[in-house]
């Protein structure tokens, strides 16, 4: 089990990466070309896993191209992500919250798609079979939806943007951004706080907390994790078009006052069972779905269109690599060292502080950005 989650965890610890290099590489070539590539460098990757041969093939070679397609895949999604994120908010400006709304509404719908998928294989397979060959279905699966996105985004125009600079391109995007915005991106990285926060709790901390701390039965656990992520990604969707009418930073400031009012309550409800899971892990999505549906137009403001594509790159992926690969760990020890059951909390509690703050110093930042642009 610890291997597995090993070889799941190198791919978001590679993102960072890839948010920057892509990015450097779509800000001096266009969106639509790193769009392009790195749609199809996962779908093959993906396809590749599938058809990985097993270890009584070909022996400590399998592991080892497993890992390194497992890489491919977080390379290329760090600055998959940031590219649609950027993409959208340059093809519709005025509508940039609803378009990004859209992505986030998407990300969370695969993830969905992708729990819907395992149960059906484990479901209608004997777990010999799907130890066997049965996973490598969902990866057939994901690559040839992968594939088919990839001929559809052939059929789109570079950005307006992009297409209005291209004249004008850095050779350096990156070492502008270390040099030019460093303070956007200290800002933009730590507005991803809550969200990431919220993400390694919910998904990787929160079945466990309930099974063994609460007592609550693991065959409930997949469809209370489902309906937050549902509730996520309808959030997103809409609060990302109400943004559009009133603005993303006072949405955005609400999600983190009610993550650092409610985290306390939540947890105590749950660690004294006098609240039903269910009902506070939705309410915990609606009041997610104000940061995640308005989080992509914030870190866009930040930066101007030449260096874009990497400042976005760069926040996105190290915010997650830093909150949300910590979080359940810290978690975790929290309730170890203090033996209460609320301890968890404390870590949303600081991610929305973190946040708040952050977007409070977000307004002179993106001025600044616009400014130097």
Same mark, same amino acid.
């Given at each position: 089990?610890?291997?597995?989650?090993?070889?799941?965890?190198?791919?978001?610890?590679?993102?960072?990466?890839?948010?920057?290099?892509?990015?450097?590489?779509?800000?001096?070539?266009?969106?639509?070309?790193?769009?392009l590539?790195?749609?199809?460098?996962?779908? *093959?990757?993906?396809?590749g896993?599938?058809?990985?041969?097993?270890?009584?093939? =070909?022996? &400590?070679?399998?592991? @080892?191209?497993?890992?390194?397609?497992r890489?491919?895949q977080?390379?290329?999604?760090?600055?998959?992500?940031?590219?649609?994120?950027?993409?959208? #908010?340059?093809?519709?400006?005025?509508?940039?919250? *609803?378009?990004?709304?859209? &992505?986030?509404?998407?990300?969370?719908?695969?993830?969905?798609?992708?729990?819907?998928?395992s149960? #059906?294989?484990?479901?209608?397979?004997?777990?010999?079979?799907?130890?066997?060959?049965?996973?490598?279905i969902?990866?057939?699966?994901?690559?040839?939806?992968?594939?088919?996105?990839?001929?559809?985004?052939r059929?789109?125009d570079?950005?307006?943007?992009?297409?209005?600079?291209?004249?004008?391109?850095?050779?350096?995007?990156?070492?502008?951004?270390?040099?030019?915005?460093?303070?956007?991106?200290?800002?933009?990285?730590?507005?991803?706080?809550?969200?990431?926060?919220?993400?390694g709790l *919910?998904f990787?901390?929160?079945?466990?907390?309930? /099974?063994?701390?609460?007592?609550?039965?693991?065959?409930?656990?997949?469809?209370i994790?489902?309906?937050?992520? /549902?509730v996520?990604?309808?959030?997103?969707?809409?609060?990302?078009? *109400?943004?559009?009418?009133?603005?993303?930073?006072?949405?955005f400031r @609400?999600?983190?006052?009610?993550?650092?009012?409610?985290?306390w309550?939540?947890y105590?409800?749950?660690?004294?069972?006098?609240?039903d899971?269910?009902?506070?892990?939705?309410?915990?999505?609606?009041?997610?779905?104000? =940061?995640?549906?308005?989080?992509?137009?914030?870190?866009?403001?930040?930066?101007?269109?030449?260096?874009?594509?990497?400042?976005?790159?760069?926040?996105?992926?190290?915010?997650?690599?830093?909150?949300q690969?910590?979080?359940?760990?810290?978690a975790?020890?929290?309730?170890?060292?203090?033996?209460?059951?609320?301890?968890?909390?404390?870590?949303? &509690?600081?991610?929305?502080?973190?946040?708040?703050?952050?977007?409070?110093?977000?307004?002179?930042?993106?001025?600044k950005?616009?400014?130097?642009?």
């Open positions: 089990i610890l291997n597995t989650f090993a070889v799941f965890g190198i791919g978001y610890l590679i993102r960072p990466l890839g948010g920057m290099v892509l990015g450097s590489f779509g800000d001096r070539f266009g969106r639509r070309r790193v769009f590539f790195s749609l199809f460098v996962i779908s *093959l990757a993906t396809l896993m599938a058809l990985t041969p097993t270890y009584r093939q =070909i022996g &400590i070679a399998a592991p @080892i191209i497993f890992v390194v397609l890489l491919c977080g390379l290329c999604y760090g600055g998959e992500q940031a590219g649609s994120l950027t993409y959208v #908010i340059e093809v519709a400006p005025r509508r940039a919250g *609803l378009a990004c709304g859209f &992505i986030f509404f998407l990300n969370v719908a695969g993830v969905v798609t992708a729990n819907i998928l149960g #059906i294989i484990h479901a209608k397979m004997a777990p010999a079979d799907v130890a066997a060959y049965g996973w490598r969902a990866f057939m699966f994901g690559a040839g939806a992968g594939f088919l996105g990839m001929l559809l985004r059929r789109l570079e950005s307006p943007e992009f297409v209005e600079m291209q004249n004008h391109v850095l050779r350096a995007p990156l070492s502008e951004l270390v040099k030019n915005y460093r303070p956007q991106m200290v800002v933009g990285t730590l507005m991803v706080a809550p969200l990431a926060v919220f993400g *919910l990787a901390h929160m079945p466990i907390y309930l /099974i063994r701390s609460i007592g609550v039965a693991p065959s409930t656990i997949p469809s994790i489902a309906s937050g992520s /549902i996520i990604a309808v959030g997103s969707l809409f609060y990302g078009w *109400l943004s559009d009418a009133i603005g993303q930073r006072i949405l @609400i999600g983190a006052i009610c993550m650092i009012v409610g985290a309550p939540a105590h409800l749950l660690s004294a069972k006098t609240g899971p269910w009902t506070i892990i939705v309410m915990s999505g609606v009041f997610t779905a104000l =940061i995640s549906g308005t989080i992509g137009p914030l870190i866009a403001q930040l930066f101007p269109t030449n260096v874009r594509f990497t400042g976005y790159g760069f926040c996105y992926n190290v915010g997650n690599a830093l909150f690969s910590l979080s359940p760990l810290t975790a020890y929290l309730i170890q060292a203090t033996g209460a059951l609320t301890a968890p909390a404390y870590v949303w &509690i600081v991610a929305g502080i973190v946040g708040l703050l952050a977007s409070l110093w977000h307004r002179n930042s993106s001025k950005s616009a400014a130097r642009s």
